[in-house]
């Protein structure tokens, strides 16, 4: 089977031309698309271990994170030769070594080929991979900057599974960036904690590396991530506020909640972002008892500080959110419903998509308006999709909503704005050492008032801190209030007994030459 596969690789003559099974199902946009891949480390982590587990002896060479890089871009509307689906398959064998020589890669290509589409036919290999793209290699870039689109890819996936959609956004104004779904130091990734987190990383990653990219408009960024790449991007915008919206394309937010709940930081307060869910056919309650799939816990309802947008796409298993399966995959992959079936809804999920994108990166008002309507009034076929919305309750309850509203009213009634907070969320409260952090810029800037507010606020929530009652002490004695300062550090040194300065600041402020 290897050697008619590489056959196929190596050659557009060697088999009979068959009808493509995959026709995008939406025109482009009114950008050309330009592609490039792009292979880089992070050095911050180590991927290859330090013993090599074949040889048993220390591993020579580079052992930082590769994180090959597929990027898709805006061009300029210089004529340039398309890729063909065949170049993206080509990027697998690269993830990991980037100096595979082209034997090797068609050897590589050829295996997991095999292993992932053992009934894959030769012919339907050929028309596929011989099937013109939009995107034209290393093309020049247009001019202008453009919002980002971070693609995570499902479990052990590689960045190009879905290239129909990443030339599409392309070609309507992103730049979409996207790396292989790998594991803490191996290829293949653990459906964990720790693989989600990896995962996550190099979204963050990649949202770094964004800002290299003159083109890039790195103020507007979202993630979109499939299966397990659709709950990984919600670890990394829960703990990286570049991101500012999320799409999960059938995301395993939903499938994995134990994972989401070990993730203690992905509360909903730390992810007040747009969210697009788009999820395949629901099982019934049936089903779900007797495979023990009745989650226990969902993110997605907790999340009322964020715009979200549940999609449920009736003719798509989970399969179908994938183009490379839509492409490349067994009929049986899309349950009850025709390759066709699948497809047109798989146009119908890039129109949500690019209008959520629209509506949340460029502030368009036809793509809400497109959010916003009823899927008949958006001409969706009858029984296709369903939506449900649910807008956010205002804003979190975080310290970052504390001081925009602090400063909205010109670093005043800091108490009252922190009570009407509570009112919404009676556990809010925010650390001390970041209240305490806070102020200090105030103090540096001789606003003594408003750093007292702040300080006075710390002395409610946190009583028994002697740091709090120091810092309320340094704020009055700073704004030239003796009395209260004198109260406060007594109050010290009711905590710390033997604080020399406190006890100094009590005796210059009693001492004659005070005001």
Same mark, same amino acid.
């Given at each position: 089977m290897?050697?008619i596969?590489?056959?196929?690789?190596?050659?557009?003559?060697?088999?009979?031309?068959?009808?493509?099974?995959?026709q995008?199902?939406? &025109?482009?946009?009114?950008?050309?698309?330009g592609?490039?891949?792009v292979?880089?480390?992070?050095?911050? @982590?180590?991927?290859?271990?330090?013993?090599?587990l074949?040889?048993?002896v220390? !591993?020579?060479?580079?052992?930082a994170?590769?994180?090959?890089?597929?990027?898709?871009?805006?061009?300029?509307?210089?004529?340039?030769?398309?890729?063909r689906?065949?170049?993206?398959l080509?990027t697998?064998?690269? #993830?990991?070594?980037?100096?595979?020589?082209?034997?090797?890669?068609?050897? /590589?290509?050829?295996?997991?080929?095999?292993?992932?589409?053992?009934?894959?036919?030769?012919?339907?290999?050929?028309a596929?991979?011989?099937?013109?793209?939009?995107?034209v290699?290393?093309?020049?870039?247009?001019?202008?900057?453009?919002?980002v689109?971070?693609?995570?890819?499902?479990?052990?996936?590689?960045?190009?599974e879905?290239?129909?959609?990443? #030339?599409?956004?392309?070609?309507?104004?992103?730049?979409?960036?996207?790396?292989p779904?790998?594991?803490v130091?191996?290829?293949?990734?653990?459906?964990? +904690?720790?693989?989600?987190?990896?995962?996550?990383?190099?979204?963050?990653?990649?949202?770094?590396y964004?800002?290299? +990219?003159?083109?890039?408009?790195?103020? @507007?960024?979202?993630v979109?991530?499939?299966?397990?790449g659709? +709950?990984?991007?919600?670890?990394?915008a829960?703990?990286?506020?570049r991101?500012?919206?999320?799409?999960?394309?059938?995301?395993? /937010?939903?499938?994995?909640?134990?994972?989401?709940? !070990?993730?203690?930081y992905?509360?909903?307060?730390?992810?007040? /972002?747009?969210?697009?869910?788009?999820?395949? $056919? &629901?099982?019934?309650?049936?089903t779900?008892?007797?495979?023990?799939?009745?989650?226990?816990?969902?993110?997605?309802?907790?999340m009322?500080?964020a715009?979200?947008?549940?999609?449920?796409?009736?003719?798509?298993?989970?399969?179908?959110?994938?183009?490379e399966?839509?492409r490349? =995959?067994?009929?049986?992959?899309f349950g009850e419903?025709?390759?066709?079936?699948?497809? +047109?809804a798989?146009?119908?999920? #890039?129109?949500?998509?690019? !209008?959520f994108?629209?509506?949340?990166l460029? $502030?368009?008002?036809?793509?809400?308006?497109?959010?916003?309507?009823? &899927?008949?009034?958006? =001409?969706?076929?009858?029984?296709?999709?369903?939506?449900?919305?649910?807008?956010?309750e205002?804003a979190?309850?975080?310290?970052t909503?504390?001081?925009?509203?602090?400063?909205?009213r $010109?670093?005043?009634?800091?108490?009252?704005?922190?009570?009407?907070?509570?009112? @919404?969320?009676p556990?809010?409260?925010?650390?001390?050492r970041?209240?305490?952090s806070w102020?200090?810029?105030?103090?540096?800037?001789?606003?003594?008032?408003?750093?007292?507010?702040?300080?006075?606020?710390?002395?409610?929530?946190?009583?028994?801190s002697?740091r709090?009652?120091?810092?309320l002490a340094?704020?009055?004695?700073?704004?030239?209030?003796?009395?209260?300062a004198i109260?406060q550090?007594?109050?010290?040194l009711?905590?710390?007994?033997?604080?020399?300065?406190?006890?100094l600041s009590?005796a210059?402020?009693?001492?004659p030459?005070?005001?």
């Open positions: 290897i050697k596969l590489l056959s196929v690789l190596l050659s557009a003559t060697t088999v009979a031309a068959a009808a493509s099974n995959f995008p199902p939406n &025109p482009p946009g009114t950008h050309g698309v592609f490039r891949v292979q880089q480390f992070d050095t911050a @982590r180590v991927f290859r271990q330090k013993t090599d074949i040889s048993g220390d !591993a020579a060479g580079e052992r994170r590769p994180v090959q890089t597929l990027i898709w871009y805006p061009r300029s509307q210089a004529a340039g030769k398309p890729l689906y065949g170049d993206y080509r697998l064998a690269t #993830e990991t070594d980037f100096a595979r020589r082209t034997a090797d890669i068609d050897r /590589v290509l050829a295996r997991a080929l095999e292993e992932n589409y053992p009934g894959l036919k030769a012919d339907h290999l050929h596929e991979t011989a099937q013109a793209m939009l995107a290699r290393d093309a020049a870039a247009a001019p202008g900057k453009f919002p689109v971070i693609y995570a890819p499902g479990s052990s996936s590689s960045a190009y879905n290239a129909d959609l990443c #030339e599409y956004l392309a070609s309507h104004g992103y730049i979409v960036l996207a790396s779904s790998m594991g130091n191996t290829r293949s990734i653990n459906l964990d +904690l720790e693989g989600a987190e990896a995962q996550a990383a190099d979204i963050s990653f990649l949202a770094g964004a800002a290299s +990219l003159p083109q890039a408009d790195t103020s @507007r960024i979202a979109a991530g499939y299966s397990f659709g +709950l990984a991007n919600v670890l990394a829960a703990r990286d506020d991101i500012g919206a999320l799409v999960a394309l059938d995301g395993s /937010v939903r499938s994995f909640p134990a994972i989401v709940q !070990a993730a203690n992905a509360t909903p307060e730390r992810l007040a /972002v747009p969210v697009l869910y788009l999820g395949g $056919k &629901p099982l019934n309650a049936e779900m008892n007797r495979y023990k799939q009745i989650p226990t816990y969902s993110l997605l309802n907790e009322k500080y715009d979200v947008y549940n999609v449920t796409m009736y003719t798509m298993e989970h399969a179908a959110f994938q183009s399966s839509l490349l =995959g067994p009929e049986h992959r419903y025709t390759r066709n079936e699948a497809t +047109l798989y146009g119908w999920m #890039e129109r949500y998509v690019l !209008a994108l629209d509506a949340y460029k $502030k368009d008002a036809k793509g809400l308006a497109f959010m916003s309507a009823t &899927p008949k009034a958006n =001409g969706v076929p009858n029984h296709l999709l369903a939506i449900d919305v649910h807008h956010a205002g979190p309850p975080t310290l909503s504390l001081a925009t509203e602090f400063a909205k $010109k670093h005043t009634a800091l108490d009252a704005i922190y009570r009407d907070m509570q009112k @919404r969320a556990a809010f409260k925010p650390a001390e970041a209240l305490i102020g200090e810029p105030f103090l540096e800037q001789k606003r003594y008032a408003s750093a007292i507010e702040i300080y006075q606020l710390v002395n409610v929530l946190y009583p028994d002697p709090a009652a120091y810092y340094m704020a009055y004695d700073k704004n030239r209030d003796n009395a209260r109260e550090y007594q109050r010290v009711g905590f710390w007994p033997d604080m020399a300065d406190a006890k009590i210059r402020l009693r001492g030459a005070a005001n």
